[in-house]
Each structure stands twice: as structure tokens, then as C-alpha cells.
């Protein structure tokens, strides 16, 4: 009897340590505390200067000559849930240049969900199983993340969790001086 609850005790000691384990990698995919002000700063890794050969029909107009942004979103991140909302809210309302939402997600039923939820329909969206498109494409695996195109060429890349903030970092708000 001593042998089995000292083994019922080991398993149970484990499980704790992995759930630990698990909250300490969940946070740090996570934004930091909600009263932290909303910050845009630079993504590392990347793949500058990629270019598309031909863009998925909903972000037509940035395959174009003018800036454009994809905001890359996932349905596992509090951030993105955070900017979601934000979107939802707002539109493309401001914006003075295109914009399209890559929903990176497991499956297609769960992008298909999160647009649902955030009511992200209405605005040009593509659900990217896997992050297959985004990582192939581009060598992004975060996020929330904007990827800035200049003339169909990825010209930067930002973590973010403010909307408004993003636009005007990278002169797409219709009040902030255009970059060239």
C-alpha cells in the first residue's frame, strides 16, 4: 500500500512541475500586464526583403506599388484576441494604405471561430493552418506581428498590441506623415 501511494504521489508531483512548466511558456507567448502601456517594436527574425509572387485573393491590393501591412494573428494569444477586438471596433477605419489579417491557427474550423468571435468578417482576412502561408513566406512564427510592404517587398517587421500604435509607426494612420 505504501508502494502504490508513494508512486501515486510521484505522478502527482510531476503533473504539478509540467502545468508549471506550461503557465511559464503560456506567459511568455502572452502580452505583458494589462496596465502595461501598448508598445510596437521591432520583430528579429524575419525574412527581409521577401517578395510574393502572387498574393492570396483577399490582399490583392497589397501586391500593389503603395505600403501595405499584413497584421498576423493568432488564436491561441491573448495579445491577438486584444487586437482582434481592437479591429473589430475601429475597422480600417483611419488607414491610408491596405491592410490584411493572417489568422494563423491548428485548424481551419478554429481561424474560421476566431473571425466569428471578433467579427473580423468584414475585412480582408486569410486563415493560415499551421502558419504555413506566413512562415513560408516570410520566416514569421510570432505574433501578434505586422509585416510592412513597400512596392510587394517586406520591408519591416513589429511585434504589437496597439492598432492605432502600429499605423502610426509605420505612416499607414491618415494622420501621421506618410514614409517613404
Known amino acids: 500500500m505504501t508502494i502504490v501511494l508513494a508512486c501515486a504521489l510521484l505522478l502527482l508531483t510531476a503533473a504539478v512541475v509540467v502545468l508549471f512548466a506550461m503557465m511559464g511558456e503560456l506567459a511568455s507567448r502572452t502580452a505583458a500586464a494589462p496596465d502595461a502601456p501598448a508598445t510596437v517594436s521591432a520583430l528579429e527574425e524575419y525574412r527581409l526583403g521577401a517578395v510574393v509572387e502572387e498574393w492570396p485573393e483577399p490582399f490583392a491590393a497589397l501586391g ?32 491610408s494604405g ?10 481551419q474550423a478554429d481561424g474560421d471561430d476566431f473571425v466569428r468571435r471578433h467579427g ?5 482576412y486569410l486563415v493560415d493552418v499551421r502558419g504555413a502561408w506566413v512562415a513560408g513566406s516570410f520566416s514569421v512564427s510570432q505574433s ?14 513589429h511585434l504589437f498590441t496597439s492598432v492605432a ?9 491618415k494622420d501621421s506623415p506618410a514614409i517613404v
Open 64 to 95: 500593389g506599388d503603395s505600403r501595405g501591412v499584413l497584421l498576423v494573428l493568432s488564436t491561441v494569444c491573448a495579445s491577438c484576441a486584444k487586437v482582434a477586438a481592437q479591429l473589430s471596433e475601429r475597422g480600417l477605419s483611419g488607414v
Open 120 to 124: 473580423l468578417a468584414d475585412l480582408p
Open 144 to 157: 501578434p506581428t505586422a509585416l510592412v510592404f513597400d512596392d510587394s517587398v517586406l520591408s519591416q517587421g
Open 165 to 173: 500604435d502600429l499605423l502610426r509607426e509605420v505612416g499607414l494612420a
Open 98 to 107: 491596405p491592410v490584411g489579417i493572417v489568422i494563423s491557427c491548428a485548424e
